[in-house]
């Protein structure tokens, strides 16, 4: 079936910019919806952005101005490039894709994903 893997955390000054990267294999068709989650210990999961094959897009008001989702659909490969990084972004990001479509704008709710990547940790230190 689909395997999700992201790429692309690390550590970075506050105000830093970094690239996450997202490789979904295993389909045979343009994923219809995929988003990036974050979540820290004791917290709940956060949909920071989700995006659907037609390129709309929804974002967390607590990233909307600095970070920015986009997909290769030929690919199914998503990027959420994060600017102007803050401690409070710190979390372990994931990476989610899902087999239907929704409504005009794409669900940033974990519920609504089906596939799912293991993570990759982005710090922020101010």
């Known amino acids: 079936q689909v395997q999700v893997v992201e790429s692309g955390g690390g550590s970075v000054q506050a105000g830093g910019s970094l690239r996450l990267s997202c490789a979904a294999s295993g389909a045979s068709y343009f994923i219809p919806r995929m988003a990036w989650f974050r979540q820290t210990p004791g917290k709940e999961r956060e949909g920071v952005a989700a995006?659907?094959?037609?390129?709309?897009?929804s974002y967390a008001d607590s990233v909307k101005g600095r970070f920015t989702i986009s997909r290769d659909n030929a690919k199914n490969i998503l990027y959420l490039e994060m600017n102007s990084l803050r401690p409070e972004d710190t979390a372990m990001y994931y990476c989610?894709?899902?087999?239907?479509?929704?409504?005009?704008?794409?669900?940033?709710?974990?519920?609504?994903?089906?596939?799912w990547g293991q993570g990759t940790q982005v710090t922020v230190s101010s």
């Open positions: 995006i659907t094959s037609a390129g709309r897009i």
């Open positions: 989610a894709a899902a087999r239907t479509s929704g409504g005009w704008l794409p669900s940033r709710r974990a519920e609504d994903f089906d596939y």
